[in-house]
Structures are given as structure tokens and as C-alpha cells.
């Protein structure tokens, strides 16, 4: 599993991107530990969805405004977005799944 299947998004891709279909969204930072124990998760996740949705990571030092419209307030902050909309949130560390179960409900 590689980074490759999760996307990377920023302010100026993320609403074209996340506009079409089931797209996990991870908020979260380098110095976050927690973030860091949950990006193996995501990667194996990504790696499994087989097209169903797509993972995408941002970072909220590097996207403060994205931060702020999704009014992310402790991290890792997971958002599933369908067609561009939130339909679930999930705090702190999660399961793949947990994650995944969230993900079937909302295909």
C-alpha cells in the first residue's frame, strides 16, 4: 500500500475533487501523533475501496481556510463527504472498520 492511493488535497482542488461520489476526508497535521497512527489505517483503507470512494488527507497547517469551513477542532478529524456534501464525522482515532462499515452505509 503507498500514499499514492490517497489524495492529497488543498484549497484550490479540494471542492472539484471531493464533488463527485463518497470521498473520506482526513484532516490532520505532521506533529499530530494520533494523525500519525492513523495514516496506515487510511492507507490500507484506500488501498481496499476498490472504487467505491476515495481517502484524501489535508493538512490543516497548509489549508487553514479548509479548516475553518469544516470547523475542524481537535484532529485527526475524519469528514465522508458525498458529492461534495458531509454526511458523517468522526473524531480522534477510528478503525478501518469502523470507517469502512460508514462507507458502505453511505454507497
Do not use: Y
Not at 464533488?19 to 484532516?27: I, R, S
Not at 497512527?37 to 483503507?45: F, G, K, R, S, T
Not at 490543516?60 to 456534501?85: M, N, S, T, Y
Amino acid at each position: 500500500m503507498s500514499h499514492s492511493d490517497v489524495l492529497v488535497l488543498h484549497e484550490a482542488n479540494f471542492d472539484s475533487e471531493a464533488a463527485g461520489g463518497l470521498t473520506l476526508v482526513d484532516f490532520w497535521a505532521p506533529w499530530c501523533g494520533p494523525c500519525r497512527m492513523q495514516a496506515p489505517v487510511l492507507d490500507e483503507l484506500a488501498g481496499e475501496l476498490d472504487g467505491s470512494a476515495r481517502v484524501a488527507k489535508v493538512n490543516v497547517d497548509e489549508a487553514p481556510h479548509l479548516a475553518a469551513r469544516f470547523r475542524v477542532q481537535a484532529i485527526p478529524l475524519l469528514v465522508l463527504l458525498k458529492d461534495g456534501q458531509e454526511i458523517a464525522r468522526f473524531v480522534g482515532l477510528q478503525s478501518k472498520q469502523e470507517l469502512l462499515a460508514a462507507i458502505q452505509r453511505a454507497a
